[in-house]
Nanobody, 121 residues
Framework: QVQLVESGGGLVQAGGSLRLSCEAS????????MGWYRQAPGKQRELVGTITSFGTTNYADSVKGRFTISRDNAKNTVYLQTNSLIPEDTAVYYC???????????????WGQGTQVIVSS
């Protein structure tokens, strides 16, 4: 069984920073793309950014230059460094990881439980 556990959310003033973490544990044969999504109140979930197993990153235009995604393959962990936060960044942030639990399983999307980020003006 695979589990994703997130941490690092909280309340921060505009202009501040937070570092989110997401660790995958359990039955894991292989990890592929790891990413972060967010969902603000009354809005659909949107992509924040992704990182491949080779370290190639992709970001939403709204966070480019302010957010950085990184990963530690040895720890099965993905990070989201958020800088220069603005109130519009307020949302629940979810990690998403494509995992093969065993060599016989297909790639499957797994989601974290979500961590709240609130940016005050």
């Amino acid at each position: 069984q695979v589990q994703l556990v997130e941490s690092g959310g909280g309340l921060v003033q505009a202009g501040g920073s937070l570092r989110l973490s997401c660790e995958a544990s359990g039955s894991i044969f292989s990890l592929n793309i790891m990413g972060w999504y967010r969902q603000a109140p009354g809005k659909q979930r949107e992509l924040v950014g992704t990182i491949t197993s080779f370290g190639t990153t992709n970001y939403a235009d709204s966070v480019k230059g302010r957010f950085t995604i990184s990963r530690d393959n040895a720890k099965n962990t993905v990070y989201l460094q958020t800088n220069s936060l603005i109130p519009e960044d307020t949302a629940v942030y979810y990690c998403n990881v494509k995992i093969r639990p065993t060599r016989w399983d297909p790639w499957t999307d797994y989601w974290g439980q979500g961590t709240q980020v609130i940016v005050s003006s």
